[in-house]
C-alpha cells in the first residue's frame, strides 16, 4: 500500500492524470478547450510560485518534464495565451540551468532554444516586435523601444534563455553574432525594470559582458556595475546573484579568492533569508558547491 501511494502521488503520474483531465474537457471543442487552457493558467501560475517557495528540488526536478508537456498540450490548445509561453520560458530555463547544463550541454541547448522560442512567441503579442525582429541589428536596437512594461516578463527570460545558449556556444561564430541582440534585449529590460525577480536582468546583462570576448565588447567593469546593481536590488538574499558573479565575472577577471569567498556565501546563508525564492536559493547552494570544488581547475 505504501508503494502505491508513492506511485500515485509521484509528480509524473499526478500531471499524467491532470493531462487525462484536461483530455476529456479539450474534447468539447475548439473553443472549450481554448477555454480550458486559459483556465489552466492561474492553477499552473500558483503551482509555479509555490514552487518557487519550496526547497524541494528533487520533487521540481521529477516534476519539470511532465509539465513541460502538459504546457506544450496547452499551448497547442490556446497558442496566443501569453502567460502560458510565458510560464513555459521560464520552466524550460529553470530546468536546463538547474539541472541539465553540467550532465549534457546538448540538451541544454535544446531546452533553452525551446524557451527563446515561446519568450519571443509571448513577445510577438506586441505587433511591432513581430514586425522589426528578424531586421538588421540597427533595426532589432529599434525594435526594442517599443517594447514596455507589459513585455518585461517575457523580454527578461527571452533574454535569459538566449544567453545561456550563447554562453555554451562561445566557439561557434554563428551563435556569436547573435550576442548584440541580446544585448539590446537586456539593456531595455535593464531601463524598464532592472529589479524585476530581484535583478535578473542585471545578473544575465552582467554575466554576459563577463564571457562576451573583448573583441565583441565584451567589459568586466559593465560587468561588475551590473553585478553591483543586483547584490544591491536583492540586498544580497538572491543567492544566484552570488553564482553567476563568480561563475562569470570572478573567472573572466580570474579572482581565485573572490571566486571562493562569493560561493562561500552562499554556503552559509540560510534558506530563509528569501522565503519567495527558496528553490532558486537551494539550487544555488547545490551548484555553487559543485562550482566551488572546481576551483584548482579553473584558475
Known sequence: MRNQRSQFHSPAR???ILALCLAALFAGGCSTSRFAAGAMVPILENARDAALESKDVPTFRAAAPSNIFLIEGLIRTDPDNRRLRL???MLYFSYGFAFIEEEDEAYASYLYLQGLSHGKAALFRNKKVREMWDGN???FSDMATFLNEKD???LV???ANWSQFVSLHLDSTEVLLDI???TV????AVELDGAYFEGLPHIILGSLHAFRPPLMGGSPEKSKENFDSAFEISERKFLLTNYFFARHYCYRIQDADMFKEMLEEILLQPLSILPRYRLLNEIAKRKGKILLGEVDELF
Open 14 to 16: 499526478a500531471s499524467f
Open 152 to 154: 518585461l516578463p517575457a
Open 87 to 89: 510560464s513555459a520560458s
Open 157 to 159: 527570460w527571452t533574454a
Open 137 to 139: 541589428v540597427r533595426t
Open 180 to 182: 548584440p541582440r541580446v
Open 185 to 188: 534585449l537586456l539593456e531595455r
